[in-house]
């Protein structure tokens, strides 16, 4: 059983991204690890070719963007694309450039693939997810963020990706859906949301223009009962990152003024809590018993 690893990245030390320590974290698992390396003004490209000299598993891919495409985020499907359709392994696991695998789940995560690798129902892994928002102590709880994704994919499928964030499986009659899953058992560490602020301002002022729109950043801020307190342990890996580029001092505003959309995820939390129902965007068919 052979494992690809793959992600995509551009600008990735202007904008803030712990790309490194991404990679790093999961190198022990793969047998190679693609990258789609978009041309950069920063020293992105330089941080790679080093990191590949620590490690030859690494391939490069240089790209450039197309920066016309600004349709719902779809330049990130390309580039995903680009990277994934370079695999040569029986699993492809996408890693984005601001989340983290955490060493002690290493072993668990290839027992998993090992459990399911002939069993070819299995189409993907879902993880768990850590959304990290303001600083590192502090994990977003609401339906509003995705509270599992899947990131392992079996190689051998006809698919795609509509976005960066999820996959869809080609069916006989060359329509797209969600892939078949089975739980990885192990969680992913977002730390996209707790960054810098001014590395903030900049990642939203170029990412929303591939999504036709004009976005700018002020501060974070969200509805406080969407977040809950981290007690658990981040990875080794990314502890220099958390340490000196990441914001120290944020608290949840307690006077936050709630918009529509928080309102909606405070009542389906409530709808949750009640019934026990998980009401987050679910991107896969989960698959029982497997």
Not at 39 to 54: F, I, N, P
Not at 71 to 80: I, L, P
Not at 173 to 201: C, F, L, S, W
Request: glycine fraction near 6%; include cysteine; charged fraction near 30%.
């Amino acid at each position: 059983m052979r494992i690809s690893g793959f992600t995509f990245i551009r600008n990735g030390c202007s904008l803030g991204y712990p790309f490194a320590a991404s990679i790093r974290s999961v190198m022990p698992l793969c047998d190679e690890f693609i990258i789609a390396v978009g041309e950069s003004s920063d020293d992105t490209l330089q941080v790679l070719k080093k990191l590949q000299q620590e490690y030859p598993l690494i391939r490069l891919l240089e790209t450039r963007w197309n920066e016309n495409m600004q349709d719902r985020g779809f330049v990130y499907a390309q580039q995903k694309m680009i990277a994934h359709y370079s695999c040569t392994g029986d699993w492809a696991f996408y890693l984005e450039g601001d989340e983290v695998l955490h060493e002690q789940d290493i072993p668990r995560l290839r027992q998993r693939l090992k459990e399911v690798h002939n069993k070819p129902e299995v189409e993907c892994l879902v993880f768990d997810y850590y959304h990290f928002f303001g600083s590192p102590e502090w994990v977003a709880i609401s339906p509003g963020w995705y509270r599992r994704a899947p990131r392992i994919l079996r190689n051998t499928l006809r698919s795609y990706s509509p976005d960066g964030l999820y996959f869809l499986v080609m069916d006989k009659k060359k329509q797209g859906r969600y892939p078949n899953a089975a739980t990885a058992n192990v969680p992913i560490y977002h730390y996209g949301h707790v960054r810098k602020r001014e590395d903030m301002q900049r990642k939203v002022e170029q990412v929303s223009k591939y999504w036709g729109k004009t976005e700018s950043f002020d501060q974070y801020d969200i509805d406080p009962m969407a977040l809950a307190p981290f007690t658990g342990q981040h990875p080794e890996t990314v502890k220099s990152w958390l340490d000196n580029d990441t914001e120290t001092n944020f608290q949840p505003n307690p006077v936050h003024k709630l918009t529509s959309r928080e309102k909606k995820h405070r009542w389906m939390m409530k709808l949750e809590k009640r019934f026990g129902w998980e009401l987050s965007k679910k991107h896969y068919r989960l698959l029982k018993d497997v």
